[in-house]
C-alpha cells in the first residue's frame, strides 16, 4: 500500500542513514549550495564511521571553495585514511589557505602515501606560492618521482620572472648530496631557459649483491632467496627489499629476517621508520618488531637508546618497549631525551613515556614544549583520556597553565576541554569567542552546564548559523523547538534525544506537540522517536497521539512500525479504542488511520477477526482505500478462514503481476558495428577484438557487459579487478567466444602453477585462454623451466596461449629467438615507436600474437607537445588506439577506460580499427615531441636519483658502525 511516509529521504536525512552506501551517495549528490548542506558534508567529513563517506563530503565541500571551513579541512588533515587526507589537500589548495602550509611541511617529510604527499605540495603552492618556496625545494628530494613532478610544475610557475626562486633552487642544488636536487635543478633551468636539451639520466652507483640474487626483475630475485642459503644472504639486502613494490619479496625478505634474527639487521632496519615517504619499509619493519619476543626486544631497545643520539624513529619504538619492561635507569635515559634532545627525539621519547604512569610529569611538561612536534605527542596522551581522576585532573591542570602556547586548532580545543573539566570560567570565556567552531562548541557546553552563560549569550548561541554552536548550548526547552524546526537534520536528532531524556521535566503537552510535529519528519529517526514520545505512560492516551501512532504503525520504514507498534502494544484497552475509531455511528474520516486500525484489529486471525474482517467487507462498509488493504489482506489468510467465512472467497484477489523495475538510464551503447572484424593472436588459433579492454579503473559490471554487446571479446583481468570478476563471472560474458587474459608477476614452475590454478578457482572457469608473465624486466624471467612449465599447463588444457609482457623489446626479440613464445605483450605508442623497427618484424616473421599497451602514452599523446601552437588540436584517445593497431603485426591493444564516457569514445575504434597512411606522419610527429618532452623529464625528474635505494644507502651513511653491505636494484617506480 502506499505509506504516508516519504519513500526516499532528502540527501541530508541520507547522510545520516545506516547504511553507508546510501550515505556515501547522498554526499556525492547532495547540492552542497545551501549552507545547512555544507554543515551536513562537514559533519559528515570529519564525524562519519565510513572513510569513503569522509572522503566523498569532503570532495563535495571542497569543491565549494568557502573558507568558513578551512579549520575543517585543517582538522580533516589528520584522519588515519588517505582517500579523506588527499581531498582535504585538495579542498585547501581551492581555498589558497595558508593555514595549509605547516602541515604540507609536516606531510612532505612524514606523509606515507605519495599522492596525499603530492596534493600536499600542490596545495602549498597554491596557497603559499613564493612562501611556499622552501617546502617545494624540499619536495624535490622525494623518494616518488610523481611528488618531485609536483613540485618541479610548480616551481617552473614561480620561476618563470622570479630570479631568488631560482637562486633558491641552485642553492638547494648545491648542497644536495644525493643528485635528486641536481636533476630537478637541470630540468628547471632548461624550462626556464625555453630549451629542450635531452641529458643521460644518472643512475645509482652499483652496488655488490651476493651472486645469483641480482636481477632487474624482482620475482626473479623472489624465486632465487626462497632458493638461496640464507646465511649467505647479505643482511642490507633483505633490508632493502622491505621497501621494494613486490610484495612477495617483501614477504620473503621479513620472513628471513625474523628466522635470521640478528640484533645488527633489525638495527639497520629501524632506520626504514625514520624515512615513512617509502611505500611499505617502514611497515614491514613493524611488523618485524611486533614479532620479537620479550627476550629480544628489550635488548634490540637498549641499543638503539645506547647510539649517540638514536635515530627518532627508532627511539619511539624502544622508547615504548623501555616504558613498558625497561628499568629505572633505561628510564631514565629517556625521560633526558624528552627534557634535552633535538625537538624530534623529545618528541618520540615523549611518545614512548606515555605508558609509564611514573614519567607522567615529564609528558606533561611537555605540553609546555617551545615545539610543536613536541606538544603535539604529548597531547596524545590527553586525547587517550587518562584512566583515573587523579591522573585526569593532572593532565587538565597541564593543559590550562600551557594555554598561552597553545597555537594549532587542536591544542586549542584541548586546552578549552581542560578548562571544563576543571571549571575554569575566564578560560573558558576566552575559548568561547574563538575562531574554531569546535573549541567554541565544547567552551559554550562547558558554560551552559555551568550555568555560567547569560541568557543573552545563549540566545545568540541557539541562533547561531552552525549547528555545533546550536547544539552546544541546546536545553529541554530549546530542544523542543530544535527536533522540530532545526534546518540540520542532525540537530534535529540531537534535540529529540534530549526531549526523550529530559520529558519527565517538561509540559506533556509540549512533549506532545513536539512527537505530532516530529511525526511528519522526513527523518525515519525522529519518525521512530516522536513514537516512542508518544508511548502512553499511563492509562490516559491523547485520541491524536493514538491516531498517530496507528499511522506511524504503516510507516515505509522499518524502525518506525517497529517504535509505533512498541507504543501501540502498551495502550490499555487497545481493542476498545480500535473499535471506537471504527464505529459506524462516529467514524473516522482518516482512511490510513481506519487501515491501520483494522490492521491492528485482525491481526490475531482468530474466529472474531474473520468476522470483523467479513463485515468490512460488506459492501458500502468501506471506502475503496480501505476495502483495498483488506482484501490485500485476505492473502495471508489460511485456507480453513474461507471455510468459517465463504464469503471472503470473493474478496481474495489474485497475485498482481511483479512490478518491472524502469529502466536504468543509461548512454546509448554502439550497436555492434556491421563486420566487426575479430583478428587473428599470432598463430594461437585465437581470435581477438581490436580493443581488449581492461578493469584496471574499475568500471562497472554492466559497462563491460556493453562493451561485450559492442563487439569486444577480449579483456584483461587481475584479482584485484572486482568489477571485471563480476562481469566474467555472469552469463552476459559468455565464455565461448570470449577472450581472457591474465597472468602472473611471481617466477618458477610451481609459483605459476600456482597462480593459473587461483586463477580458474577466481573465475569459475575451466581453461584461461592467454596467460602473462607480467612486467618481465629480466631474461631470467623466461627461463626455459618456465617456458617449459607454461607449455605444460597449455598442454593440460588449462591454458590455450601464453606469453610475457615487457617493455624491453630487445629482450623480447632475444626472448623469441630462444623460443616460441605464442604472446607478446608490449609497450607501443606514437611517442613509442620502437617496436615498429625490430620487434614487430621479428613477432610477424614467427608467428606471435602481439598486444600492445599503452597506446595514449598514459594520456601524454592526449595533450598538445611543448611548443605547439595554440590552435594545435592534440590527437583522440580511439586514433592513438587505431595508430597502433595499424601496424603490421599488432593483433590488438588494450584499453583502460576510467568511467563509462571514456569507454563508449573508445569503442569507436571497432568500426574503424586502423587510420589511413597519410594519418600516420603527423601523429608520429607529435609523438616525436612528447617524447622529447618525455626523455627530459624522466632523465632529470622521474628517474632523477633519490628513490628508496638511495635513501637506505644515505641512512645507512649515518650509521658509520655498519659497512654499507650489499644493496638490491631499484625497481622501477
Known sequence: MDRSSPATPPALVRLLDEDAEVRRDAALTLDPRPLPARFALRQAMLGDEDAEVRAAAAQKLGEMRSRRFAFAFVEALDDVMPSVRDRAYRALARLESRDVLPYAGRAIRKEPVWWVRRSAVRAAAAAGGKDALSLLVEALADPFWRVRHAAVQALVVLGEDDFEVREAVSQAAAKDPTGTVVSAAHYLGAAWAGVADTPVASASPPVFLAEG??????????????????????????????????????????????????????????????????????????????????????????????????????????????????????????????????PGLRAAAVTGLLRDQ???????????????????AALAGWERRPGSP?????????????????????????????????????????????????????????????????????????????????AAVLDADAALAAAVSDPDPWIRRQAMILVLRAREAVAPDDVRAC?????????????????????????????????????????????????????????????????????????????????????????????????????????????????????????????????????????????????????????????????????????????????????????????????????VNAFFWEPRYHELTRFLRSRRAGREGLVLVAGTYHSGPDALRADVERTLARLRIDWIDVFLLFWVRSPDRLADDDYDALARLRDEGKLRAFGFSTHDRAMAVSALQKHPWPVVMTRHSAAHPGAEALFLPEAVARGTGVLTFTATSYGRLLRPAP???????????????????????????????????????????????????????????????????????????????????????????????????????????
Open 390 to 470: 587523579r591522573m585526569l585532573a593532572a593532565w587538565a591542570e597541564a593543559l590550562v597553565a600551557s594555554a598561552p602556547r597553545a597555537v594549532s586548532v587542536r591544542e586549542r580545543r584541548a586546552v578549552a576541554e581542560a578548562a571544563a573539566l576543571l571549571g575554569d570560567a575566564p578560560l573558558l570565556a576566552r575559548a568561547a569567542e574563538g575562531a574554531d567552531p569546535a573549541t567554541r562548541a565544547v567552551a559554550l557546553a562547558a558554560r551552559a552546564a555551568g550555568d555560567d552563560l547569560p541568557p543573552a549569550e545563549r540566545a545568540r548561541a541557539l541562533a547561531d548559523e552552525d549547528p555545533w554552536i546550536r
Open 515 to 711: 512527537a505530532l510535529a516530529s511525526a511528519l519528519a522526513a527523518d525515519p529517526f525522529l519518525r521512530a522517536r516522536a513514537a516512542d514520545l508518544l508511548a502512553p505512560e499511563d492509562e490516559s492516551l491523547h485520541p491524536e497521539a493514538f491516531r498517530t501512532l496507528l499511522r506511524l504503525s504503516q510507516d515505509r520504514a522499518p524502525m518506525v512500525r517497529a517504535a509505533a507498534a512498541s507504543a501501540l502494544e502498551a495502550v490499555v484497552g487497545l481493542e476498545d479504542r480500535l473499535l471506537a475509531l471504527l464505529d459506524p455511528s462516529k467514524p473516522e474520516p482518516d482512511e490510513a488511520v481506519r487501515t491501520s486500525a483494522y490492521t491492528w484489529l485482525l491481526r490475531d486471525g482468530d474466529d472474531r477477526a474473520l468476522a470483523r474482517l467479513a463485515l468490512a467487507l460488506a459492501p458500502g462498509a468501506e471506502g475503496a482505500l480501505v476495502k483495498a488493504h483488506l482484501e490485500a489482506l485476505t492473502l495471508v489468510l489460511p485456507d480453513e478462514a474461507f471455510s468459517k467465512q465463504p464469503s471472503l472467497v470473493q474478496h481474495r484477489p489474485a497475485s498482481p503481476p511483479a512490478a518491472a523495475e524502469p529502466a536504468r538510464k543509461r548512454a546509448p551503447v554502439p550497436a555492434r558495428p556491421e563486420g566487426v572484424t575479430l583478428r587473428p593472436l599470432g598463430t594461437t588459433g585465437l581470435f581477438v577484438s581490436p580493443l581488449v579492454v581492461s578493469g584496471a579503473h574499475g568500471l562497472v559490471a554492466s559497462s563491460f557487459a556493453d562493451a561485450r554487446d559492442a563487439g
Open 358 to 376: 611514573r614519567s607522567l610529569p615529564v609528558v606533561l611538561a611537555a605540553l609546555d614544549d617551545p615545539d610543536e612536534e613536541v606538544r603535539a
Open 213 to 342: 640474487l641480482a636481477d632487474e626483475d624482482p620475482a626473479v630475485v623472489t624465486a632465487r632467496l626462497e632458493k638461496a642459503d640464507p646465511s649467505l644472504v647479505p643482511a642490507a639486502a633483505l633490508v632493502a627489499w622491505l621497501g621494494d613494490p613486490h610484495a612477495p619479496l617483501r614477504a620473503l625478505a621479513r620472513r628471513r629476517l625474523r628466522e635470521r634474527n640478528d640484533p645488527d639487521a633489525l638495527l639497520l632496519a629501524l632506520r626504514w621508520i625514520d624515512e615513512p615517504r617509502v611505500p611499505h619499509a617502514a611497515a614491514e619493519v613493524r611488523a618485524v618488531l611486533d614479532r620479537l619476543g620479550s627476550g629480544e626486544d628489550l635488548p634490540l631497545a637498549r641499543r638503539v637508546l645506547a647510539a649517540d643520539p638514536p635515530s627518532p624513529g627508532a627511539l619511539a619504538w624502544a622508547a615504548e618497549v623501555l616504558a613498558v619492561r625497561g628499568n629505572a635507569e633505561d628510564l631514565e635515559r629517556v625521560r633526558g631525551l624528552a627534557k634535552s634532545g633535538a
Open 867 to 973: 611548443g605547439d601552437a595554440p590552435e594545435t588540436k592534440p590527437p583522440s584517445a580511439p586514433d592513438c588506439y587505431r595508430y597502433s593497431l595499424t601496424q603490421p603485426g599488432v593483433s590488438a591493444t588494450l584499453t583502460a577506460p576510467r568511467s563509462h564516457r571514456e569507454l563508449l569514445e573508445n569503442l569507436t575504434v571497432l568500426a574503424r580499427p586502423t587510420l589511413p597512411e597519410e594519418a600516420l606522419p603527423a601523429l608520429r610527429a607529435h609523438g616525436e615531441r612528447i617524447r622529447a618532452e618525455t626523455r627530459r623529464f624522466d632523465a632529470l625528474v622521474r628517474r632523477a636519483p633519490g628513490g628508496p635505494r638511495d635513501r637506505l644507502r644515505a641512512l645507512l651513511e649515518e650509521d658509520t658502525t655498519r659497512p654499507d653491505d650489499a644493496l638490491p636494484p631499484e625497481p622501477k617506480m
